[in-house]
């Protein structure tokens, strides 16, 4: 069964950086563009980034533009997202999530992992 | 970018109740439109994509119209499990963007 599991959350000061993981099972992880949706603590959803199943392009939302980096390693079905200048306002949980196909739906989604920026 | 609104914020319902929630893009975006149900400590759930069509696993009690700006989310019949906050999400274009978000509870 399709499974995505993430990690690498944690407690950052801000200014400081920290990498985020998304391990994929269960399905032909090079065939599908992934996502990174956050939550802020009591908030909706944001979406944060795209990367295309091949790594060709990849998409970011202005909040984390020039920050954050969207990654992935099809030979080891994982995704990552690079942070870096955390400010208190990314924390929050970050879920991993396919993208159904060629469109933005999103049908399978990580646990989340939670990110506090705080000194 | 397209803004999501969605109606109402929150709404109190009974097991049983039809329940229905709107969700407005500033622009059309066609029926590239998604509905999720997340419920607390929980990742987001697909239900409805392409603003009509239901998500395997889904029960049929849910079902979603609409083109253009306007959309909705119908539960027919609500289920004690149903009772979590629902999202509509466009996929027409980057940014992607979410609604507010409506929490549905039980009256």
């Known amino acids: 069964q399709v499974q995505l599991v993430d990690s690498g959350g944690g407690v950052v000061q801000p200014g400081r950086s920290l990498r985020l993981s998304c391990a994929a099972s269960?399905?032909?992880?090079?065939?599908?563009?992934m996502h990174w949706v956050r939550q802020a603590p009591g908030k909706g959803l944001e979406w944060v980034a795209v990367?295309?199943?091949?790594?060709?392009?990849?998409y970011y939302a202005d909040s984390v533009k020039g920050r954050f980096t969207v990654s992935r390693d099809n030979s080891k079905s994982t995704l990552f997202l690079e942070m870096s200048s955390l400010r208190a306002e990314d924390t929050a949980v970050y879920y991993c999530?396919?993208?159904?196909?060629?469109?933005?739906?999103?049908?399978?989604w990580g646990q989340g992992t939670l990110v506090t920026v705080s000194s | 970018d397209i803004q999501m609104t969605q109606s109402p914020s929150s709404v109190s319902a009974s097991v049983g109740d039809r329940v229905t929630i709107t969700c407005r893009a500033s622009?059309?975006?066609?029926?590239?439109l998604a509905w999720y149900q997340q419920r607390p400590g929980k990742a987001p759930n697909l239900l409805i994509y392409?603003?009509?069509n239901l998500q395997s696993g889904v029960p049929s009690r849910f079902s979603g119209s609409g083109s253009g700006t306007d959309f909705t989310l119908t539960i027919s019949s609500l289920q004690p499990e149903d009772f979590a906050t629902y999202y509509c999400?466009?996929?027409?274009?980057?940014?992607?963007?979410f609604g507010q978000g409506t929490r549905l509870e039980i009256k």
């Open positions: 999400q466009q996929a027409h274009s980057f940014p992607i963007t």
């Open positions: 392409a603003a009509s």
């Open positions: 990367i295309w199943d091949d790594g060709s392009k990849k």
């Open positions: 269960g399905f032909t992880f090079r065939s599908y563009g």
């Open positions: 622009q059309g975006i066609s029926s590239f």
């Open positions: 999530a396919r993208a159904q196909e060629t469109v933005a739906y999103f049908d399978y």
